[in-house]
């Protein structure tokens, strides 16, 4: 069974820094590009970044970009998000989702039970 | 940016037609997605590519996509499709994926 599951969110103050983890397992990582995607409270999903399957393409939304990292451990079956200076506005349910390529086109396929962040003093 | 605007509600009478649109500039160039994600759980992907259906997604889950506007059609609605449902693209001018805002459907 394909499956994702989040680790590592919490509560941290503004201005301060979070590592979110996802582990895959029941089906090949290396072979996959994966995403992040929160969702605010009440709200609706926000991509946040993507990762090609060997690491050396990535994206940012322009929300986090400069502040939040991606990064893969292909070894380990494991993507992360480092996130670093986090705002109010961050407070968010995270969700990790593979991207399911075919032909030119990609989509999200399963995605993680999600890990809540939230941010505040 | 690219923008994709839904109606925040939609409401359907059990065993009716629910249809849910996504705007967006010349959106029938673009490959679409729908995600179902009912409270308290992750998304759920119920068409990929306009209008094909991963497996396990019952046959009353179809979608469409031309010119300004994609729709997801939901026939014979149940109970169990109350859910919101999110369209998503990918947007090669931005090197980025964006969703639409949601839509709840609300089964009366």
């Known amino acids: 069974e394909v499956q994702l599951v989040e680790s590592g969110g919490g509560l941290v103050q503004p201005g301060g820094s979070l590592r979110l983890s996802c582990a895959a397992s029941?089906?090949?990582?290396?072979?996959?590009?994966m995403n992040w995607v929160r969702q605010a409270p009440g709200k609706g999903l926000e991509w946040v970044s993507y990762i090609s399957s060997s690491g050396s393409t990535i994206y940012y939304a322009d929300s986090v970009k400069g502040r939040f990292t991606i990064s893969r451990d292909n070894a380990k079956n494991s993507l992360y998000l480092q996130m670093n200076s986090l705002r109010a506005e961050d407070t968010a349910v995270y969700y990790c989702?593979?991207?399911?390529?075919?032909?030119?086109?990609?989509?999200?396929?399963?995605w993680g039970q999600g890990t809540l962040v939230t941010v505040s003093s | 940016s690219y923008v994709l605007t839904q109606p925040p509600s939609v409401s359907v009478a059990p065993g009716q037609t629910a249809r849910i649109t996504c705007g967006g500039n010349?959106?029938?160039?673009?490959?679409v997605h729908w995600y179902q994600q009912k409270p308290g759980q992750a998304p759920v992907l119920v068409v990929y590519?306009?209008?094909d259906r991963p497996s396990g997604i019952p046959e009353r889950f179809s979608g469409s996509n031309s010119g300004n506007t994609a729709t997801l059609t939901i026939s014979r609605v149940e109970a169990g499709d109350e859910a919101d449902y999110y369209c998503?693209?990918?947007?090669?001018?931005?090197?980025?994926?964006?969703f639409g805002g949601g839509t709840k459907l609300t089964v009366l």
């Open positions: 998503q693209v990918w947007d090669s001018s931005s090197d980025s994926w964006v």
């Open positions: 989702a593979r991207d399911v390529a075919a032909a030119s086109y990609n989509w999200f396929d399963p």
């Open positions: 029941g089906f090949t990582f290396s072979s996959y590009e």
């Open positions: 590519d306009d209008s």
């Open positions: 010349n959106i029938g160039s673009k490959s």
